[in-house]
């Protein structure tokens, strides 16, 4: 029983991460423009802090975009890790195509979500943004998965 639980736990966590990751998105999507703004720039003000950038409109925007877009970039690269490794855990033969097709529709969704809510918008640009992050989180945890199975595959040789 227990080597079974052992078996399905790479799969389980994946999922769990893939399910907390949507729904961070979802609650995300769902804020207002005003909420939105609030959210990021608690991070803007800790970087302009942080590297001691002038406090004008022109380094606040740029700040402001660059941390909104990495944020849109980083949460994707983590759905993207974590659809990669529950894909794969399931043994499909191309796990990377359902990945990517999740991870596209996601990033589309995420935007038109976004809509519905005041105060903001929707773009190709953030789907795109966002489907980098799918790629890039999908590929880190590809790399993963091929160096781990070459490692185990030299020392079952040994």
Same mark, same amino acid.
């Given at each position: 029983?227990?080597?079974?639980?052992?078996?399905?736990?790479?799969?389980?966590? &994946?999922? %769990?991460?893939?399910? *907390?990751?949507?729904?961070?998105?979802?609650? +995300? =999507?769902?804020? $207002?423009?005003? @909420?939105? &703004?609030? %959210?990021?720039?608690? *991070?803007?003000?800790?970087v302009?802090k942080? +590297? =001691?950038?002038? $406090?004008?409109? @022109?380094?606040?925007? %740029?700040?402001?975009?660059?941390?909104?877009?990495l944020?849109?970039?980083?949460?994707f690269?983590?759905?993207?890790?974590?659809?990669?490794?529950?894909?794969?855990?399931?043994?499909?033969?191309?796990?990377?195509?359902?990945?990517?097709?999740?991870?596209?529709?996601?990033?589309?969704?995420?935007?038109?979500?976004?809509?519905?809510?005041?105060?903001?918008?929707?773009?190709?640009?953030?789907v795109?943004?966002?489907?980098?992050?799918?790629?890039v989180?999908?590929?880190?945890?590809?790399?993963?998965?091929?160096?781990?199975?070459?490692?185990?595959?030299?020392?079952?040789?040994?």
């Amino acid at each position: 029983m227990l080597s079974k639980v052992k078996s399905k736990l790479p799969m389980i966590i &994946s999922a %769990t991460i893939v399910l *907390i990751t949507l729904v961070a998105l979802f609650v +995300f =999507s769902g804020q $207002d423009g005003d @909420e939105s &703004s609030k %959210t990021s720039g608690v *991070i803007v003000d800790f970087v302009i802090k942080l +590297f =001691s950038l002038p $406090d004008d409109a @022109e380094t606040l925007n %740029t700040v402001t975009l660059v941390v909104r877009k990495l944020a849109h970039f980083t949460i994707f690269a983590i759905l993207g890790a974590s659809l990669y490794a529950f894909t794969s855990s399931l043994l499909l033969l191309r796990p990377y195509i359902s990945t990517l097709i999740v991870g596209l529709c996601a990033a589309a969704l995420n935007e038109l979500q976004q809509l519905s809510s005041a105060g903001r918008t929707a773009s190709i640009r953030d789907v795109a943004i966002d489907f980098g992050g799918v790629i890039v989180g999908s590929f880190i945890v590809w790399g993963i998965v091929k160096s781990v199975q070459k490692h185990w595959e030299i020392k079952k040789d040994c």
